[in-house]
């Protein structure tokens, strides 16, 4: 039970920092739900069950470009042949603030695309509060009538994408591809949308 002590550690160190529990979730790499768990509940219930939740930690990419841009050219072969497939050209990356923005620029430079940033709603959210949808950045590059690639790091529920894709619609936008570092929940397309993922976990049982 160490791990979950240290991760209720880290989320409180985080919360007592500023950060929303959506923000929290994002640094952590886990479910919103979870970090609800982890502020408020600190040990496993008496049967000794916790939430089934994976926390991700890929800081070992984060703190070096090399790895990052390696890591993104990686995403970029495997969208290349969603987009192959659909018969499309890429013509933005779309970055999920905050820790998709790093590996979709670069992605972006490899392909030469155009980049924008999207927040997520996750960054608003509260323990009793859910903001109703995110936003893509006025600073970048727009969406409307463009194929567009949609970045992130992890897929803990799959909320955050549903949301960037459709908001992406809305503003006029094609989403083609989705491309994460880590599925934890084995998707194979979000809203119809096909997912690439480096790692895909999977529960047994």
């Not at 550690?9 to 952590?28: P, V």
């Not at 909320?159 to 989705?178: F, K």
């Not at 934890?184 to 690439?196: L, M, N, R, S, Y």
Request: net charge negative; charged share 25%.
């Amino acid at each position: 039970m160490k791990k979950i002590e240290d991760l209720s550690q880290k989320a409180d160190e985080l919360q007592q920092s500023g950060l929303t529990t959506g923000q929290i979730a994002d640094e952590l790499n886990i479910s919103t739900e979870t970090v609800v768990w982890l502020l408020t509940n600190k040990k496993p219930s008496p049967d000794g069950t916790v939430p089934k939740d994976i926390s991700v930690n890929w800081s070992m990419l984060g703190q070096n470009a090399t790895r990052l841009r390696c890591t993104a050219q990686i995403l970029c072969d495997m969208v290349s042949e969603i987009a192959v497939t659909q018969k499309e050209y890429i013509d933005v990356v779309v970055g999920v603030s905050s820790s998709g923005v790093p590996v979709a620029s670069f992605m972006a430079g490899e392909m030469e695309s155009e980049f924008t940033v999207y927040y997520s709603k996750k960054s608003k959210i509260e323990a009793d509060k859910v903001a109703a949808k995110g936003a893509f950045s006025r600073n970048f590059s727009e969406v409307r009538g463009k194929n567009v690639v949609i970045i992130d790091d992890v897929i803990s529920t799959g909320g955050t994408l549903v949301d960037v894709i459709a908001q992406t619609r809305a503003a006029g936008g094609n989403p083609i591809a989705v491309a994460v570092l880590v599925d934890k929940v084995g998707f194979d397309e979000i809203d119809g949308v096909p997912i690439a993922a480096i790692m895909r976990i999977t529960r047994l049982g």
